[in-house]
Structures are given as structure tokens and as C-alpha cells.
């Protein structure tokens, strides 16, 4: 997947997430009815979150090999580099 | 049997331990083994300093009483650690970049260095804070009596009262000694603490495993999770009138919002991070931790209320549960769980809140009130670390009275929610800080009092007056009795639970404020340049600050202030190493923009922005901010997008320059190929008949006494060879007219078949001569078409002629047929000589193309005659074309467009 595209996967996620956990889709799942001994919202629930999990470890690594050329230095920072401005060809 | 002398040794063992673990990190780190800093499971285990007591026992409470509202606690935190790219990478690269010790730091930082933002944050997080290490101390005490049964010989005569062991109080002494001893140990100027983090991280994975244990012990005991959930336990665990109402979104939401705004929590995610790519671990695997931590959650509740009996208090089913199934070495594992995860709180909420006393409260306290003489008395920086000792002395002890004050009542378990809410008045600052170019700090300081006083109002007061001691009357009627000031109803909103009436109000009006307040404020030049570095900050370079900031000092100056604050040897390598950036061989650095702004950041690093401003200024001189400067580093930002869309388009286009260029040079190539063929046919063309002209002219001169009749032939022949030449001369340059388009011609409505007739005629001679016989069909309709009588007759002439020339068939004919057609007229010349073999069609139309001369051998002509039709052709919109070919004979087909 192109970087735009990894990036705005990884906005997107959390309010995927957020709809998922709230009314009304939760509510569509709400039951109490147990499936091998599990009820059935908590099955819905800690199954959602699974799923985010992978997918954010997922996208982790992909935004990883991807780079951010930009990634800071690790504390402490040197004094930062004295970047030349191009004000001569302004 | 457990009694409290072993829980005692056990839980003084393991602080011993935590002690030793914290003393070798805290050596490794400064031997610079930096494994813990370069560790991102660290990072995250240290994260989970989000789990306290609260947590590890009110969970397990909560579930039991509320049902499946406890996960909302983590969900929130799950959402904003996976949305991490975003916010949290943000928050950090700032932290990085401006040396950020604390939220309140970067509160004031944002909004131009104001300290009056500082100390009205850390006040917040003073007053949400306490309370809740109140309630720490709660469970540690709670905890401590339920596993220890109250009984202690050895202890028991500690305490006054003799009823038990003042856990509490003792608690409270290990960890203020534990803090002091780590948090406090030097001043560093990134406030980072390798020794605590590697201590808190440890007692991440003791919490998180004593949980498990027990989760897995309920199961186990139980002989697996389909005899722990009944129809009727699930029915009564689970089925809540409203359960995913509005207390299910806001909890959701405060939870996300005290992940970023809890002092705690920004001190391991943001002020302790080493590396800005542990996020991408910790953005997925601190929600795995808060799911592992919510796993047993319902299990162990089930257990509780299935094997205890009614009214045990659900707050200690971790505890209770194994030891109501006499476990007991479990129990005093989830007890050391327990005590894991409230000192840990305790320990970096200390370490957090100490920071921003002592950065934002007595250090301005210190620079405004110069009669006390600290300022001058030289050692700022013992000055900073007695200040830090002092304020984690006071929190605790603070915490301390608020759990003496209030251990009887229910008050401390509704705290954390109370102090999430009240941490949540920073995030409406917070996010417009970061994204938010125009936000003022009038703004900001307007939204977070209103804020605050609304939730202190409409949430904390109630909860202090749940006991019905104090403001009773208030809550049931309002303030001076009105009911439209009632707390838990203000201006008559009724019908909500407590906390989200109470969050609805408070950061309504906080977020309301913050926007007026910015929108009609005006921001201070210095506002606005910390506000292109925080909304910018994965734009601008570091540094880029000091050509908006103009000022200038004294050299000595700056390395008194900086040898104060940060200690000689630090101040003295900082210079240093400034002096080499800067080309210096003597090893003092001048005093440039770059270089202030630089140390006003490392001594910000250690006594907050605010301060260090102030500390700066008392040295610098001219101060300007350079307003034009701002202005462009705020361009420059855009126009760097704009220029590097401006690239990706002019790319594109120079892509399909290229292409069109590399065609365009083939053609011309293959061009120049035609021109020199041309060139070189022509010569030798020229070359045939002036060499035989020559040859009989050389012959004539020489020979005096040639008989007249030789002479004749000869001179016949020179006066043949120089037609042959003129014609030639003239067909190359008719056709270079015809190619360069200046022949003009006139154009008139005809009869193409009278140009046929004519040209049959003009032919005639020729036919006879040769033996040709000539036939012709005309068609039926008389067609008309726009052209030029001449021309068309000079193609017709020259397909005709060439038909008779070329004829060497024992009975030559040559046919021309006319036809209409419905795309125009057409006439085909048809003979039944050679064909033209297997030259290629466009070659025979081209001028003296390779294999025209193979058509031509040995015979009359130009070999120019059909490229000019062609082009006399191609000029009437019509075209030539040779349809047939064959050894029988070949046909040739002019179709010239009907006029219309």
C-alpha cells in the first residue's frame, strides 16, 4: 500500500474502532445468551478488540519498513544541526 | 495460615527488591547501558502505569456491581494508542523538541511561555491527583487487612490503636523515600528516570500476572468457564437497564482523554520516552496489555458472587476468591499484585506532580520574590532538587490526610472517575494547542478555569457531601437556595447520571471559552511563534525558532546561569560542544540567536519554559521577535507543501516532454536517413546525363575532322541528355513547392473526367508510337470535384505515361475506368505490364526511395513523377494508391473527394 494510503488506515482505525463499541452496533450484539460458556457480548467485544490489536500491529510494521524520514534522534538530542535556510534565493 | 508479620516481610522483600532493581538500572543507565531507554516493551510495561489499585481490585468491584462498564475504562486508551500515528507521535516529537518535563509545561509552552497556565494546570492535577493516591493507599490498607486477617503479633503494637498495622502511613514513607531516591536523584535535563521506569515496568508484568493467576485459578477451580456462567450469572452479570447509554460514551471517552492527560500518564508516554519509534510498539501492544488485564475481569466477579456470601465486598474478590478457596500463597501474590500496582501510581504520579511544583510553582515564586535572596544565592539546581523532595513530601502527605479524612466514607472509590474528569479540563487546550494555530492563551486559561470551577462544582462537591456532613443543603436545593443552581442538575438538566451532567458542563463551557476567548483575544508575538512550533512540528526544522527570536548577550552571563541551573560540568560541555558546532577553536561559543535559544531549551528542561524565559531574560538585552519571521516560517511550512506538489506535477509534465522529444528525434532521424538518400540519388540522377553530355562535348571538341553526321548525333544526343536534366531540375523543384506548400493554385469546380479525356489524349501520341491501345469507361454521374485542371491532368498524364512506358507485354493495354463512390470519385489506371514487384507501397510513392530504381531501370524518367502525384494527390484531399500488383499488370487508383 502506498504511504498515503497506510496513513490514512491508521487515522481511520481508532474511530473504526469507536463505532464498533458503541450503540448502535454494540447494542445489535448484545446478549447474554452464552456460546461454550462465554456470553455472547463479551465475545463480540473482546473479539473487536482483538481485531483492532492485529490490525494496529499490522499497520505498526507496515508504517515501520515504510519509514518516517523525519524519525528524531533519540534523547538527549545534540544540539540540533543548524539547518541552512535557502533566505539567499528568496 | 498468612498473618501479618509474613505479609509484611513478603511486601517488604519486594519493595527491596523493586529498590535493588531501580538502584542497578539507574547504574547501568549512567555506566550508558542504555538497554532500558532502547527497550519499547519497557516503554509500554511502563505505560501500564494507567492500571493501578483501581484497577486491579475496583475492576473486579465494578464488574460485579455495574456489569460490563469497567471495559470502558480501557477501551478508551485502546482507541487512542491505535489512532497513535496521529496524537501521541505528535505529542511526543514536541516533547522532544521543546524538552517538555510536563503537561503543565507544555500547556504554558504552547501559549507563549505563560505561567499562569502552568500553576492553574498544576494545581488541576494537584487537586484531581491527591485524592486519588488517597485511594491507593485505601487499597494497599483494605488489601492488607483481607489477606492478613487482622492478624499480627509481632506488629500489632505498632499502630496506636492496636487494631492493626498502619499499612497506609508506612506505605506512604517507603514510597516517598522510593521517589526521592529515584525521581529526584540529579536533574536531568530530559527528566527522564531509567532506574524508576525499569521498577515500573516490573511491576507491570507482577500485575499483570497476579491477575492472570487468578483468573486462571477461578476457571480452573471451577472446571472451566461453562460452570462459571450460569443463564442466571450471565442474565445478572451483564443485564443492565441502558448499558450502553450515555455513561457507556462518556466513560469511553474520558478513559481516551486521561490516557493523554493524566500527569502519570504524560510523564512515561510523553517526558520518558527515549525513542520516538517505541510508539509503534506501544500503539498496539499496551491495548493487548489492557485486554489481558480485562480477560479475567467477569470470571473472577462471577466467582465472587457465586462462592462468597452475600455482602462480601466486591472490591476484594481478587483476594478473597483464592482464599475462600484456601489458596493463600495465590492470595499474597494477587495481594503483592495489588501493592504492584498502587505504588507504581503512586511513584510516578509523585515523580510527575513534584516536576510541576517545583517548575511551576516555586521557581516563579523564587525569580519574582528576590527579598528572600534564593534567586541570588547561587546553586539553583540543589534549590530545584529540594524543591522536588519537598513536593513529593508534600503530595503524599496530602494523600495521606485526604484518606484519613475520608477512609470511612464510599467517597475514595468514585475518586478515579472524579479525577479522570477533572484531568479531562486539559484536553480541549491540549488538542487546540496542537492543532490549532489561532488558539490564545486567554483562551486557554478562560476555558480551563471555567472548566474546573464546573466540575468542581457539579462533581467533586457532591461527592464530598455524600456523607451528608458538609454542603447537604446546597446539593439537595443550590447555592443560596436556588434550584437552578443545584449541582447535579444545573439550569434544570435533569435525568442524567451524575458524571456525564457534570462532563457535559464543565468541558462544554471549557471548549465554548477556549474558542470566544481565542477568537476575540489578540496573541503576544511569542504566542505565536510557539504556536507555529507546535502546530508545525513535524514541519519545521529544530532551531528554526532562533530567526524568529532576536536578542542578543554576554557570553559569561549565559555560562553563570547555565552552570547554576544545570551544574558546571553539564554547562561547561554544553558550551563546548556548541563552540565546535559553531567552528570555534577556543572553546567559547558566541553568543547567537541559535545558541540563547538553545540553552533557554536544556535550562527549560529542567525548571519548565516559563521559568527559563524568565531566567534568559534577566540576561539577554534587545529582545525582539521578529514578527515578519513568524509570519514566514508559517509560509515556508506552506510552501513547502505547495512546492513539492508543484515538483510532482512538473515531473509529470517533463515525463511527457521527454516522450513526445524522443519521438520527435526518431522522426527527425529517420528524416535526415530520407534526406541524404535523397541527396545522394539526386546527385547521381544529375550526375548520368552530365557525364554523357561531357563525354560527347569532349568528343566534338576534340575531334576536328568528324564527319557532319557523327557530329549530328552526338550534338542530338547533348541536346537529349540536357532535356533529360531540365526535366529532371524541374520535377525536384515542383515537388520541393509541393512539400513546402508554396505552390498556389487555383481551385474551381470541374469535370474530373474531362482532365481524364484530356490527359488520354496528350497520351495518345506516345500509345501510338509504342503500340498501346488506350481504353476508357467514364462513369454514369457527372461528378464534380474542387481542384485544378492541370494538376489533376499531370497526374493522370504521368500514371498513364508511366502505364505505356513500363508496358512490355506482347498485346499492351492500358484501362482507365472512372467510377463515384460514396466517399468520391476514383479512376484506375490498369495495366498489363511487369507489376511493380515487391516494392513497398509507401517506397514507391517516395522520392527516389531505395528500390525506385529498380522500377525505373533502364527507362526514361524523372522517377520523381509518382511522389509528385502523390503530393498533388494528398494536396486535392484526395490520395494515390496502388491497389493492385501482379506479374499480369498493376493498377494504380486516384479517389479524389466529390465537391461538395
Request: net charge negative.
Amino acid at each position: 500500500m502506498p504511504r498515503q494510503k497506510l496513513r490514512d488506515a491508521a487515522f481511520i482505525l481508532p474511530f473504526f474502532g469507536l463505532i464498533l463499541i458503541m450503540p448502535p452496533f454494540v447494542d445489535i450484539f448484545f446478549s447474554t445468551r452464552l456460546l461454550g460458556g462465554i456470553p455472547g457480548i463479551l465475545l463480540y467485544i473482546f473479539g473487536v478488540w482483538t481485531m483492532l490489536i492485529v490490525l494496529g500491529a499490522i499497520l505498526s510494521r507496515r508504517l515501520i519498513t515504510d519509514g518516517d524520514a523525519a524519525e528524531t534522534p533519540p534523547r538527549p538530542m545534540q544540539p540540533p544541526p543548524q539547518q541552512e535556510r535557502p533566505d539567499a534565493d528568496r | 495460615m498468612l498473618t501479618a508479620d509474613v505479609v509484611v516481610t513478603i511486601a517488604l522483600c519486594y519493595v527491596g527488591l523493586l529498590f535493588l532493581l531501580a538502584f542497578l538500572s539507574d547504574r547501568w543507565s549512567r555506566r550508558g547501558n542504555n538497554w532500558i531507554r532502547n527497550s519499547p516493551l519497557l516503554y509500554t510495561l511502563s505505560i501500564s502505569v494507567y492500571c493501578t489499585s483501581w484497577t486491579f481490585y475496583g475492576a473486579v468491584g465494578s464488574a460485579a456491581r455495574n456489569g460490563l462498564e469497567f471495559i470502558t475504562i480501557y477501551l478508551g486508551p485502546t482507541l487512542v494508542f491505535l489512532g497513535w500515528w496521529y496524537l501521541l507521535r505528535k505529542l511526543v516529537r514536541i516533547g522532544h523538541v521543546n524538552r517538555i518535563s510536563s503537561i503543565a509545561d507544555l500547556i504554558s509552552s504552547r501559549y507563549g511561555k505563560s505561567n499562569t497556565l502552568a500553576v492553574i494546570v498544576t494545581l488541576i492535577a494537584v487537586i484531581g491527583t491527591t485524592p486519588y493516591i488517597a485511594l491507593q493507599l485505601k487499597a494497599v490498607t483494605t488489601s492488607f487487612e483481607v489477606v492478613s486477617g487482622g492478624r499480627g503479633d509481632l506488629l500489632g503494637n505498632l499502630s496506636g490503636d492496636g487494631t492493626g498495622f498502619d499499612a497506609a502511613l508506612w506505605v506512604a514513607v517507603g514510597m516517598a523515600l522510593f521517589t526521592i531516591l529515584f525521581g529526584t536523584r540529579n536533574l536531568d535535563a530530559n527528566e527522564q528516570h531509567p532506574g524508576v521506569v525499569a521498577a515500573i515496568a516490573f511491576e507491570a508484568l507482577v500485575k499483570l500476572l497476579a491477575l492472570l493467576l487468578v483468573g486462571l485459578y477461578v476457571v480452573f477451580s471451577f472446571g472451566g468457564l461453562e460452570n462459571l456462567f450460569s443463564e442466571e450469572m450471565s442474565k445478572r452479570l451483564l443485564e443492565r437497564e441502558n448499558v450502553f447509554g450515555s455513561r457507556w460514551a462518556v466513560l469511553t471517552f474520558l478513559s481516551a482523554t486521561a490516557i493523554i492527560c493524566l500527569p502519570r500518564e504524560f510523564q512515561v508516554t510523553v517526558v520518558e520516552n527515549a525513542r520516538e519509534s517505541h510508539l509503534r510498539t506501544a500503539g498496539w501492544l499496551f491495548p493487548a496489555y489492557l485486554l489481558l488485564i480485562c480477560l479475567f475481569v467477569l470470571p473472577i466477579a462471577a466467582a465472587g458472587l457465586t462462592r462468597l456470601p452475600e455482602g462480601a465486598n466486591p472490591d476484594m474478590f481478587v483476594l478473597t476468591v483464592p482464599m475462600a478457596g484456601n489458596q493463600e500463597m495465590l492470595a499474597l501474590f494477587a495481594f503483592i499484585g495489588g501493592f504492584s500496582s498502587a505504588t507504581s501510581m503512586v511513584i510516578v504520579a509523585c515523580i510527575a506532580l513534584s516536576i510541576m511544583i517545583s517548575n511551576h510553582i516555586v521557581m516563579p515564586v523564587v525569580l519574582r520574590l528576590r527579598w528572600l535572596g534564593l534567586y541570588d544565592s547561587g546553586d539553583l539546581k540543589t534549590l530545584v532538587l529540594f524543591s522536588r523532595r519537598f513536593s513529593i513530601l508534600l503530595i503524599l502527605f496530602l494523600g495521606l490526610l485526604y484518606y484519613r479524612l475520608s477512609a470511612q466514607t464510599e467517597a475514595l472509590a468514585a475518586m478515579g472517575l472524579i479525577a479522570f474528569a477533572g484531568v479531562a479540563q486539559f484536553l480541549p487546550s491540549l488538542l487546540a494547542g496542537l492543532y490549532w494555530r489561532q488558539a490564545t492563551a486567554r483562551g486557554a486559561k478562560l476555558g480551563l478555569i471555567a472548566g474546573v470551577l464546573l466540575w468542581a462544582y457539579t462533581l467533586l462537591l457532591p461527592s464530598l457531601a455524600e456523607d451528608g456532613t458538609f454542603f447537604a443543603d446546597t446539593i439537595a436545593h443550590g447555592l443560596f437556595g436556588l434550584e437552578m443552581l443545584r449541582p447535579e442538575a444545573l439550569f434544570g438538566l435533569t435525568g442524567f447520571d451524575p458524571l456525564v451532567h457534570a462532563i457535559v458542563w464543565s468541558l462544554t463551557a471549557n471548549t465554548a471559552l477556549l474558542i470566544a476567548g481565542s477568537l476575540f483575544s489578540e496573541m503576544a508575538p511569542l504566542e505565536r511563534l510557539q504556536s507555529a512550533l507546535f502546530v508545525d512540528a513535524f514541519r519545521n526544522a529544530p532551531g528554526d525558532e532562533s530567526r524568529a527570536l532576536v536578542r542578543s548577550a554576554a557570553i559569561d552571563d549565559l555560562r553563570l546561569l547555565s552552570r547554576r541551573i544545570l551544574g558546571s560540568d553539564k554547562a561547561d560541555r554544553l558550551f563546548l560542544d556548541f563552540a565546535q558546532r559553531q567552528g570555534r577553536d577556543d572553546g567559547v561559543p558566541v553568543a547567537d540567536n541559535a545558541f540563547i535559544t538553545h540553552l533557554e531549551r536544556q535550562i527549560g528542561g529542567n525548571v519548565g519554559a516559563a521559568s527559563a524565559r524568565v531566567m534568559i531574560s534577566e540576561v539577554v538585552s534587545g529582545e525582539t521577535i521578529s514578527f515578519d519571521e513568524i509570519i514566514r516560517m508559517v509560509d515556508e511550512t506552506q510552501q513547502v507543501i505547495e512546492y513539492s506538489q508543484a515538483l510532482e506535477a512538473n515531473s509529470r509534465t517533463l515525463h511527457q516532454t521527454a516522450a513526445q522529444l524522443r519521438q520527435a528525434n526518431q522522426r527527425l532521424m529517420r528524416l535526415d536517413n530520407e534526406k541524404d538518400d535523397f541527396l545522394s540519388q539526386v546527385s547521381h540522377e544529375l550526375r548520368t546525363p552530365m557525364t554523357s553530355i561531357r563525354s560527347f562535348a569532349e568528343a566534338l571538341l576534340k575531334a576536328d575532322e568528324m564527319p557532319a553526321a557523327q557530329a549530328k548525333r552526338f550534338m542530338g544526343i547533348i541536346h537529349d541528355e540536357s532535356l533529360r536534366l531540365t526535366s529532371l531540375l524541374d520535377d525536384i523543384l515542383d515537388l520541393s513547392h509541393l512539400e513546402s506548400g508554396e505552390v498556389r493554385w487555383q481551385v474551381e469546380h470541374l469535370d474530373p473526367e474531362s482532365a481524364v479525356t484530356n490527359a488520354i489524349a496528350a497520351c495518345e501520341g506516345l500509345a501510338t508510337e509504342t503500340g498501346v491501345v488506350i481504353t476508357c469507361t467514364p462513369s454514369a454521374a457527372g461528378p464534380v470535384v474542387e481542384g485544378n485542371r492541370d494538376r489533376l491532368s499531370q497526374i493522370l498524364i504521368n500514371l498513364i505515361s508511366n502505364a505505356i512506358k513500363y508496358n512490355d507485354s506482347p498485346d499492351p493495354r492500358v484501362h482507365v475506368a472512372c467510377e463515384v463512390h460514396s466517399d468520391g470519385w476514383q479512376v484506375h489506371v490498369r495495366d498489363n505490364g511487369p507489376g511493380a514487384g515487391d516494392v513497398e507501397p509507401d517506397q514507391l510513392f517516395s522520392k527516389f526511395a531505395r528500390g525506385w530504381r529498380q522500377i525505373a531501370k533502364g527507362r526514361s524518367g524523372t522517377g520523381l513523377g509518382l511522389a509528385i502525384s502523390a503530393e498533388i494527390a494528398r494536396r486535392h484531399g484526395g490520395e494515390l494508391a496502388l491497389t493492385e500488383t501482379s506479374d499480369n499488370g498493376s493498377c494504380f487508383t486516384l479517389t479524389l473527394p466529390l465537391a461538395p
